[in-house]
Protein backbone atom coordinates (compact mmCIF):
# COMPACT_ATOMS: atom_id res chain seq x y z
CA UNK A 1 0.00 0.00 0.00
CA UNK A 2 1.71 3.53 -0.97
CA UNK A 3 0.24 6.59 0.57
CA UNK A 4 1.73 10.50 -0.39
CA UNK A 5 2.11 13.14 1.60
CA UNK A 6 2.64 16.55 0.20
CA UNK A 7 4.08 19.33 2.34
CA UNK A 8 6.33 22.95 2.01
CA UNK A 9 3.41 24.66 0.30
CA UNK A 10 2.96 28.19 1.83
CA UNK A 11 2.60 31.68 0.56
CA UNK A 12 5.15 33.66 -0.88
CA UNK A 13 5.62 36.70 -3.12
CA UNK A 14 6.06 36.70 -7.03
CA UNK A 15 10.14 36.04 -7.60
CA UNK A 16 10.08 33.98 -4.17
CA UNK A 17 10.81 30.04 -3.66
CA UNK A 18 9.31 27.19 -2.02
CA UNK A 19 10.19 23.15 -1.92
CA UNK A 20 7.35 21.00 -1.81
CA UNK A 21 8.26 17.49 -0.70
CA UNK A 22 6.34 14.36 -1.50
CA UNK A 23 6.88 11.54 1.15
CA UNK A 24 5.40 8.06 0.93
CA UNK A 25 4.72 5.73 4.01
CA UNK A 26 4.54 2.69 1.91
CA UNK A 27 7.51 0.66 0.39
CA UNK A 28 8.77 -0.03 -2.94
CA UNK A 29 9.28 3.92 -3.18
CA UNK A 30 11.75 3.18 -6.12
CA UNK A 31 9.65 1.36 -8.18
CA UNK A 32 7.48 3.78 -9.28
CA UNK A 33 7.84 7.21 -11.47
CA UNK A 34 6.27 9.93 -9.85
CA UNK A 35 4.13 13.13 -10.99
CA UNK A 36 3.54 16.70 -9.40
CA UNK A 37 0.45 18.53 -11.07
CA UNK A 38 -1.98 21.53 -9.33
CA UNK A 39 -5.01 22.80 -9.56
CA UNK A 40 -6.11 26.07 -9.67
CA UNK A 41 -9.66 27.01 -8.37
CA UNK A 42 -12.44 26.11 -11.43
CA UNK A 43 -9.55 24.97 -13.65
CA UNK A 44 -8.58 21.17 -14.47
CA UNK A 45 -5.80 19.43 -12.72
CA UNK A 46 -2.44 20.07 -15.13
CA UNK A 47 1.04 18.14 -15.40
CA UNK A 48 4.21 20.06 -13.94
CA UNK A 49 7.01 17.72 -13.46
CA UNK A 50 7.58 14.07 -12.99
CA UNK A 51 10.43 11.82 -12.31
CA UNK A 52 11.45 8.40 -13.30
CA UNK A 53 12.11 5.62 -10.63
CA UNK A 54 16.53 6.39 -11.25
CA UNK A 55 15.38 9.94 -11.40
CA UNK A 56 17.60 9.92 -14.38
CA UNK A 57 14.35 11.64 -16.80
CA UNK A 58 12.44 14.63 -15.78
CA UNK A 59 9.83 16.02 -18.43
CA UNK A 60 8.83 19.60 -16.87
CA UNK A 61 5.63 21.75 -18.71
CA UNK A 62 6.68 24.30 -20.61
CA UNK A 63 5.20 26.89 -18.19
CA UNK A 64 7.58 25.72 -15.41
CA UNK A 65 10.63 24.80 -17.48
CA UNK A 66 14.02 26.69 -16.40
CA UNK A 67 12.28 27.26 -13.29
CA UNK A 68 10.93 24.62 -11.53
CA UNK A 69 13.26 21.13 -10.50
CA UNK A 70 12.01 17.51 -9.47
CA UNK A 71 14.10 15.49 -7.41
CA UNK A 72 14.11 12.11 -5.64
CA UNK A 73 15.84 11.02 -2.42
CA UNK A 74 14.68 7.14 -2.55
CA UNK A 75 16.48 6.23 0.44
CA UNK A 76 14.40 9.15 1.90
CA UNK A 77 11.63 7.53 0.04
CA UNK A 78 10.94 11.47 -1.07
CA UNK A 79 10.42 13.66 -4.13
CA UNK A 80 11.38 16.97 -4.21
CA UNK A 81 9.58 19.82 -6.51
CA UNK A 82 11.91 23.30 -6.15
CA UNK A 83 10.48 26.17 -7.46
CA UNK A 84 11.82 29.55 -8.25
CA UNK A 85 10.71 32.67 -9.31
CA UNK A 86 7.45 31.75 -8.49
CA UNK A 87 4.63 33.90 -10.17
CA UNK A 88 0.89 34.61 -9.15
CA UNK A 89 0.15 31.94 -11.92
CA UNK A 90 1.65 29.25 -10.13
CA UNK A 91 -1.24 29.61 -7.39
CA UNK A 92 -3.01 26.27 -6.85
CA UNK A 93 -3.10 22.99 -4.74
CA UNK A 94 0.03 20.81 -5.87
CA UNK A 95 -0.23 17.02 -6.08
CA UNK A 96 2.12 14.38 -6.50
CA UNK A 97 1.12 10.83 -7.78
CA UNK A 98 2.65 7.44 -8.73
CA UNK A 99 2.14 6.60 -12.63
CA UNK A 100 0.00 4.01 -12.99
CA UNK A 101 0.62 2.97 -16.19
CA UNK A 102 2.22 4.30 -19.75
CA UNK A 103 5.62 5.86 -20.18
CA UNK A 104 7.59 8.60 -18.58
CA UNK A 105 6.84 11.69 -20.09
CA UNK A 106 2.82 10.48 -20.22
CA UNK A 107 1.43 13.58 -19.02
CA UNK A 108 -2.78 12.94 -18.30
CA UNK A 109 -3.53 12.68 -14.99
CA UNK A 110 -5.46 9.09 -15.89
CA UNK A 111 -2.37 7.42 -15.48
CA UNK A 112 -1.41 8.66 -12.36
CA UNK A 113 -3.19 7.48 -8.87
CA UNK A 114 -2.63 7.39 -5.61
CA UNK A 115 -2.79 10.75 -5.15
CA UNK A 116 -1.87 12.80 -2.41
CA UNK A 117 -4.38 15.39 0.02
CA UNK A 118 -2.36 18.34 -1.89
CA UNK A 119 -0.36 21.85 -0.54
CA UNK A 120 -1.37 25.24 -1.25
CA UNK A 121 0.49 27.00 -2.84
CA UNK A 122 -0.13 30.97 -2.82
CA UNK A 123 1.98 33.85 -4.97
CA UNK A 124 0.82 37.37 -4.59
CA UNK A 125 2.16 39.98 -6.67
Known amino acids: QVHLTESGGGSVQAAGSLRLACTNS????????IGWFRQAPGKEREFVAA????????PYADVVKGRFTITRVNAENTVYLHMNNLGPEDTATYYC??????????????????WGQGTQVTVSS
Open 97 to 114: ALQLKGTIGDRSPDVFGS
Open 26 to 33: GDRWNQWN
Open 51 to 58: ISRSGGIT
